[in-house]
Each structure stands twice: as C-alpha cells, then as structure tokens.
C-alpha cells in the first residue's frame, strides 16, 4: 500500500503562493486513478480542493479553480498542489489522499500545516 | 454543487451505547459514491466505510453504514472508548466533491 507524506513551507505570505508536494512512496504514482487534495482550516470541517489523475487530468473545487494548479512528477513519484493569493482564509492543514472513487479516499497523508501571515 | 449535511452536530453517549450518525445530501446520489471517515484530534482523516456500506479493511464489526438516494447512516453498534472522534461524510458521485461538516461523539 501507498504511503504519503506532504511537505511545504509552513508559513505563507499574503497574496503570495501556497506551494505543496506530496511524496508517495510504497509503489508508483500510476498505481493509482486519481489523487485528491483535501484542506481543513483550525477548528472546522474538511474541504476538497481537487483531484489529479496519475495522467495529468484534473477536477478542481470551482471557488478555488481560478487559484489552483495541481501537477504529476512521476520521475519523482510525487504530486504538486500550488494556491496562489492566498489569505487568512487558506489557513489550514493540507492533506494529499489517495481518491479510488466507489472505494472512497483510503489513504492519506499525515497533513502538513500552512499558516498564511505576515 | 451537493451539500451534505451531517447530524446531530455533537452526540454525546456513553461506552457500550448505540450511536446513529445521520448524513444527508442535497440532491439524490449514488450510495457505490458515499463514504465515512473518523478523525482524532491531531490526525489525519481515516476510512470507515465506502459504497455506503462496506467496511474498510480493518475496520471493526460494530461499525456499519447504510442508506440511499439522499439518507445515509452510520451505527456504531456498541462504544468502545477509541471510537469517541469527529465523523464525515463524503460524496464522490458529483463534482465538486464535498463532505458533511461533521459530527462530533464526545463520551457523556
């Protein structure tokens, strides 16, 4: 089985960008359909970002999709998740998983937190 | 854009206790495209149930999800004191993707 691990700066400026990598280590980036990402601010619920397929193809939460760009490495098994304009608001713990639709999102990433401040 | 909707927000009971999670979309979907995930302060979010109502490997017995259309459920059979965590919902039959805001079992 996959596993996953975010990593990132943990502190983001103001209308700068968020930028994330997702390493998956256990087996091939192409071992799986489809990658989501997945955010929860402190204290609140969680919310989808997007999905990636190990392919390129991408599905983004409208109200986010103008900000949003997620990408593939697969020479270095890994996947890219960037927010650009950030504020306050994108102040959460990120989360990568895996995203086998009727089988639902089975493996995750230990989360890594962005705090956006100046 | 379906919005699920989780209740009761909190849910207090006591260990050996049934507990019923309600769940409820906006608009009907397929029950193959729900799920359930349990998660513990400081963690990450953890697999339950998909398809409504299978359960995860390694999932216990006294976990069970069912439901249709725009009703779904989950029953913890009897309390354990490792099950008391914030619940979700989740559908991914339409896009975007969404989750229910949770409901929290607290031990009483």
């Known amino acids: 089985q996959v596993q996953l691990q975010e990593s990132g700066p943990g502190l983001v400026k103001p209308s700068g960008t968020l930028s994330l990598t997702c390493a998956v280590s256990?087996?091939?980036?192409?071992?799986?359909?489809?990658w989501s990402w997945v955010r929860q601010p402190p204290g609140k619920g969680l919310e989808w970002i997007g999905e990636?397929?190990?392919?390129?193809?991408?599905n983004y939460k409208p109200s986010l999709k103008s900000r949003v760009t997620m990408s593939v490495d697969k020479s270095k098994n890994q996947l890219s998740l960037n927010l650009s304009s950030v504020t306050a608001a994108d102040t959460a713990v990120y989360y990568c998983?895996?995203?086998?639709?009727?089988?639902?999102?089975?493996?995750w990433g230990q989360g890594t937190t962005v705090t956006v401040s100046s | 854009e379906v919005v699920m909707t989780q209740s009761p927000a909190t849910l207090s009971l006591s260990p050996g206790e049934r507990a019923t999670l309600s769940c409820r979309a906006s608009q009907t979907i397929s029950s193959s495209y729900l799920s359930w995930y349990q998660q513990k302060p400081g963690q990450a979010p953890r697999l339950l149930i998909y398809?409504?109502?299978t359960r995860a490997t390694g999932i216990p017995a006294r976990f069970s999800g069912s439901g249709s259309e725009t009703d779904f459920t989950l029953t913890i059979s009897s309390l354990q004191p490792e099950d008391f965590a914030v619940y979700f919902c989740?559908?991914?039959?339409?896009?975007?993707?969404?989750f229910g805001q949770g409901t929290k079992l607290e031990i009483k």
């Open positions: 990636i397929s190990h392919t390129g193809t991408t």
């Open positions: 998983a895996t995203d086998e639709g009727s089988l639902g999102m089975d493996v």
């Open positions: 398809r409504s109502s």
């Open positions: 989740q559908q991914n039959y339409d896009l975007p993707y969404s």
């Open positions: 256990g087996d091939s980036i192409s071992s799986v359909n489809w």
